[in-house]
């Protein structure tokens, strides 16, 4: 088994604050963010409770649905 860094928590918490701030700030709600991405609205719901880590190709989807750059979801 893989070991775990203690950064991936911090980085999974941070992406999570991220899309919802970003999202809330586009005023769209998770079911349209998960629409506009072709996930589930769980799915999205997970991402902003840090209850999963996602990839980068899912970051960048997300980040194209709210009309942002990538780099903005991971910022501190």
């Known amino acids: 088994m893989a070991k775990r860094h203690i ?3 911090i980085a ?5 604050n ?3 701030k970003h999202r809330i700030k586009a005023n769209i ?3 349209t963010l ?3 991405v072709g996930v ?4 999205i719901a997970r991402i902003e409770l840090a209850e999963i880590n996602t990839s980068v190709s899912m970051i ?3 980040a194209k649905a709210l009309d942002i750059e990538p780099s903005k979801l991971l910022e501190m």
């Open 7 to 9: 950064v991936e928590p």
């Open 12 to 16: 999974i918490e941070l992406l999570a």
């Open 18 to 20: 991220n899309v919802r």
């Open 29 to 31: 709600s998770q079911t």
């Open 34 to 36: 998960a629409n506009l």
């Open 40 to 43: 589930t609205y769980s799915q």
């Open 60 to 62: 960048y989807l997300i």
